[in-house]
């Protein structure tokens, strides 16, 4: 009975989750077709991609949800923060697009390949089972 109360929790959880990301799909396929913005969206569609796989596979597995709980917290402020210099680097005046730029670049090479990551861990966990 407590085992199925806290896979429901985790599983309401993980699909509001998926909801947010599911926004930051959209607002990126409304964004302007230019290089850098393909390359920056390329990047948060595809860490979104393997952050709800993730999500996807500890339904699947809910003791193992609780054991990654902490990393999937760390993914997803990644990606929401990702996503938020993304709106403002198209909102906010053009002489400060060198400093988004630059915090994207540092969001994009250290905390983003955490996803990739993590994703790789639970797959070798579960191939192990």
């Not at 850098?36 to 949800?65: E, G, K």
């Not at 060198?98 to 797959?123: A, E, M, S, Y």
Request: proline share 2%; aromatic share 10%.
């Amino acid at each position: 009975m407590i085992a199925m109360i806290v896979r429901a929790s985790i599983e309401q959880k993980y699909k509001d989750l998926v909801k947010k990301n599911q926004e930051i799909i959209k607002y990126c396929q409304k964004r302007k077709y230019t290089i850098d913005n393909q390359m920056l969206n390329a990047s948060l569609d595809m860490a979104v991609a393997r952050f709800n796989t993730v999500l996807l596979q500890l339904i699947q597995h809910p003791l193992q949800a609780e054991q990654y709980q902490v990393h999937v917290e760390l993914c997803q402020q990644a990606i929401e923060k990702f996503f938020f210099l993304l709106i403002d680097l198209d909102t906010w005046p053009i002489f400060t697009h060198w400093w988004f730029r630059w915090r994207l670049h540092q969001v994009g090479t250290k905390q983003i390949p955490q996803i990739r990551t993590l994703l790789n861990t639970i797959q070798d966990e579960q191939s192990k089972d």
